[in-house]
């Protein structure tokens, strides 16, 4: 995995949430990932970026980020 691969990432964190020991952790990782795609793609496609901020809230409700992108 290279820097910046958010897709390989994004992966082993979906493979990670499904392991009990370290699923908290996990979604909370894969929570900011998803708010960070959203923020990627909220200028150039804002129904996407929806989509990646309702996830990320599904994962991780407390994240203010995907909060914010949500409202914006």
């Known amino acids: 995995m290279t820097i ?3 897709a390989t990432a ?10 009990s020991g ?5 979604s909370r990782m894969l929570s900011i990932l ?6 990627q793609l909220a ?3 804002p129904r996407q970026a929806e989509n990646r901020y309702d996830e990320a809230l599904d994962l991780d409700a407390t994240n ?4 914010l992108g949500l409202a914006r």
């Open 64 to 67: 203010e980020e995907a909060r």
């Open 22 to 26: 370290t699923k908290e952790e996990a």
């Open 10 to 19: 994004e992966a082993h964190l979906r493979k990670a949430v499904k392991s």
């Open 43 to 45: 200028a150039s496609d």
């Open 34 to 39: 998803l708010t960070d795609q959203g923020n």
């Open 4 to 6: 910046g691969d958010s």
